[in-house]
């Protein structure tokens, strides 16, 4: 876990990049990210593994966000942004 001082160190050094970069976006312990309103969900329940030479279509579903609305992560999850 890097503090800001250490998050602004490697942002200097070009060890991070982070394009465009709000200075409020950084917090003690953080980076504040912004994304666009699509995600594709993954829907690991479906399938025991990922495999990137087969097709599974089921995988990963696409979901659209209105600006004023929330999009909730739960532990466990994994999108696309």
């Known amino acids: ?12 050094a070009g060890r991070v990049v982070i ?11 953080s980076v504040d990210l912004r994304a666009d309103g699509s995600f594709l969900v993954f829907a690991n329940h479906r399938y025991p593994y990922i495999d990137v030479r ?4 089921e995988l990963t579903e696409l979901v659209k966000v209105d600006e004023d609305e929330p999009f909730i992560l739960h532990p466990g999850e ?3 942004g």
């Open 1 to 12: 876990m890097l503090s800001d001082r250490d998050i602004r160190a490697a942002l200097d």
């Open 78 to 80: 994994f999108v696309l």
């Open 19 to 29: 394009e465009p970069l709000a200075d409020s976006a950084i917090r003690p312990s």
């Open 54 to 57: 087969a097709e599974q279509p």
